[in-house]
Structures are given as C-alpha cells and as structure tokens.
C-alpha cells in the first residue's frame, strides 16, 4: 500500500481466477475449493472464481462450494464442454447458456463468461439465458479465522477444542511429562 499512497495511484480491483483441474475439484497446485479461496484472502480480492478446465457442467459443484464460502464478488468462466480427441469443444451456444443459467439461478455467481472453446455465439446465449436473474447476493464476512493447505480448516462453533502443532511427546522432557 505504500506505493499506493506514495504515487496517489489508487489500486484496481484485484480479480482472482482459479482453474479446477479434474474432477476431484483440486487446483493445479492441488488445493480444494475452500483452500484455494482461503490462500487467497490475504490478497484481499474483489472477485474470485474459477476459469478453463472444466465445462460447466463439471464446474457446478466447485462453483457451489465457492459461492458459500466466499465473501466476494464470484465469476465462472468454464470452457464449452470437456475437449475432445481433436481438441474441439462439442457443447453448443444453447447448452452452454443453459448451464450458466443454472448459476444464476442458484445465486452462485456475479460475473459470467467463457473461457475455451467459446466465442461471441456463447456470450450472447449467456446473455439471454441470464437476463432478469439477480446477481449473487455477497454474504457478510463474518470474520471467521480460517486456514489453508491443500485442505481447508474452518474455525467454527462446533469445534470446542483445537491442538495446532505437534502431537504431545512426554518422552522428551521430565518437565513436560509432570505437566500432562
């Protein structure tokens, strides 16, 4: 923020995209959803969402899991469909609309758009899939201390107890085996 506040430049809203890599929902540096969006809060987006990959039809649960997650703004830019053995995309304009319509209608996104194997035909079967549909409504953060590997730890109220670190080891120290 200093060179911000050196320059009086003001920063653009940072979009964050992540790509679903297969069918398991895992990230190319092989986080889950909840993770990746995790990893990503110190960056402090306005947008997170994920693109390319997977159509989506195979992004829809990933999208889902995001969207409850997230107190951002949330985009999906799947490809049409899975490629084929010639690198083709073999999903139409209309299913693909389709599709999108499915997150709208759910209230999972705010962005749309797509990624491989879509042109201008796909943006327009976008657009009128999702016309007069609200927007995802960005729930309040709630300030949740939340931690992230390849899996995601969520504080939450259910969780009495929590042991971070090694496991006990009495056998190292007299003292610390009198204190247990």
Do not use: W
Not at 72 to 90: I, R
Not at 151 to 179: A, D, H, L, W
């Amino acid at each position: 923020m200093e060179f911000f506040e050196e320059t009086g430049l003001k920063p653009l809203p940072l979009f964050l995209s992540g790509t679903i890599i297969d069918a398991a929902g895992r990230t190319l540096s092989g986080q889950n959803t909840e993770a990746f969006y995790i990893s990503m809060l110190n960056a402090k987006p306005f947008c997170i969402g994920f693109n390319c990959a997977l159509g989506a039809t195979l992004m829809h649960p990933f999208l889902q899991r995001l969207s409850q997650i997230a107190t951002t703004y949330v985009h999906a830019y799947p490809n049409a469909g899975l490629p084929n053995e010639m690198g083709g995309y073999d999903e139409t304009p209309e299913e693909f609309g389709a599709n999108i319509k499915q997150y709208a209608l759910e209230g999972l996104v705010n962005m749309v758009g797509g990624c491989c194997g879509t042109d201008p035909d796909y943006i327009r079967a976008i657009t009128a899939a999702i016309e007069g549909i609200p927007r995802r409504v960005v729930p309040e953060d709630k300030h949740i201390t939340m931690f992230s590997g390849l899996t995601e730890f969520i504080f939450r109220e259910t969780i009495p107890f929590v042991n971070v670190g090694e496991r006990c080891n009495i056998s190292g120290s007299i003292q610390f085996k009198k204190m247990i």
